[in-house]
């Protein structure tokens, strides 16, 4: 069974940095593609980072220049450095897998707040 288990949430204050990772276990090949999105309250699920096995790293526009996704494929781990946090940018944020069908985090808090 396949599991993906987050860490590294909490809170910062705006213009603090935070990282994110991601573990896979149960799962014997790499991802098609392992990303992040997140969901603030009151608001659909929405794309963060997505980096793919092969190709582009897709970022959000909101936050392009401040994320950086990265990958482990030895590890099927993933990660994301978030810095100059901003109070939007709160929100439960989920790890996401794709290997014939979609894989799902447990998602982990970040809250930005001063």
């Known amino acids: 069974q396949v599991h993906l288990v987050e860490s590294g949430g909490g809170s910062v204050q705006p213009g603090g940095s935070l990282r994110l990772s991601c573990a896979a276990s149960g799962v014997i090949f790499n991802f098609n593609r392992m990303g992040w999105y997140r969901q603030a309250p009151g608001k659909q699920r929405a794309l963060v980072a997505l980096?793919?096995?092969?190709?582009?790293?897709v970022y959000a526009d909101s936050v392009k220049g401040r994320f950086t996704i990265s990958r482990d494929k030895a590890k099927n781990t993933v990660y994301l450095q978030m810095n100059s946090l901003k109070p939007e940018d709160t929100a439960v944020y989920y790890c996401n897998g794709f290997l014939l069908e979609d894989y799902w985090g447990q998602g982990t808090q970040v809250t930005v707040s001063s």
């Open positions: 980096m793919p096995r092969v190709g582009d790293t």
